[in-house]
């Protein structure tokens, strides 16, 4: 198994709170991303990085926001938690590709942090 | 809509059969790749295989790739208890910036 770590690992919190969301990786991989997924259902990229001080936001429309100061670290915020926040979170990482962009690399994923705001 | 569509959504075999997935994506793909996700964990890589590969062996795994018709497939055999997960598959088309998985098939082992 990846060395890749998320905290916590379930997470009930009231709605307004701000949370955050650690994910860290010990393998010294640029790339990390960050997932959302509903019960039974596909994954949706919400955030990513290519590095240290790069962020960008993914396909899916998140009220979340990221930091990359370091390279294993990779934390996801949500200023102010509501009920469709509900979901389970996942953080992957992955070695570098033949260029930025290119995912010929293996994703390694954390166990997730499964969140439900009430 | 999402980029691959992995059929059956659901499927429940004997201990010992073999069990074979699909996965059908729409636009020209760099490479393929197929996860397993275990029940409240994260995903974990089985196998990636190239555009101009067609076959790819790995253990019980075998998975095949035909850019023609825009499908793979994932077979275990000789299935065992602890192969019971969903299997994603996930494509890259290099194009942009995000690798997109399927809808999951969600594969029990009977013992």
């Known amino acids: 198994e990846a060395d890749i770590y998320q905290t916590p690992r379930y997470l009930v919190i009231g709605t307004g709170k701000k949370i955050t969301l650690e994910c860290s990786q010990t393998m010294g991989h640029d790339k990390m991303y960050w997932y959302q997924q509903d019960p039974g259902m596909e994954l949706h990229l919400i955030h990513y990085?290519?590095?240290?001080?790069?962020?960008e936001k993914g396909d899916l429309s998140s009220e979340s926001t990221v930091s990359r100061i370091r390279t294993e670290h990779f934390p996801l915020t949500l200023e102010s938690a509501r009920p469709s926040h509900t979901s389970q979170y996942l953080c992957?990482?992955?070695?570098?590709?033949?260029?930025?962009?290119?995912?010929?690399?293996?994703?390694?994923f954390g166990n997730g942090t499964r969140l439900t705001v009430t | 809509s999402q980029q691959g569509e992995e059929d059956p959504q659901a499927l429940s075999i004997q201990e010992g059969e073999n069990a074979t997935m699909n996965c059908s994506y729409k636009?020209?793909?760099?490479?393929l790749q197929w996860y397993r996700q275990n029940s409240g964990r994260g995903l974990v890589h089985l196998i990636l295989?190239?555009?101009?590969?067609r076959e790819k062996h790995s253990g019980r795994l075998r998975v095949t790739l035909d850019t023609s018709k825009k499908s793979s497939s994932l077979l275990i055999t000789a299935s065992r208890a602890a192969d019971t997960a969903s299997y994603f598959c996930?494509?890259?088309?290099?194009?942009?910036?995000?690798?997109?998985f399927g809808t999951g098939t969600r594969l029990t082992i009977i013992p």
């Open positions: 990085s290519y590095g240290v001080n790069s962020t």
């Open positions: 636009t020209s793909i760099n490479n």
């Open positions: 992957a990482s992955s070695e570098d590709g033949q260029g930025i962009g290119s995912y010929n690399s293996p994703l390694h």
């Open positions: 996930a494509t890259d088309n290099g194009g942009n910036e995000k690798l997109t």
């Open positions: 295989i190239r555009s101009n590969e």
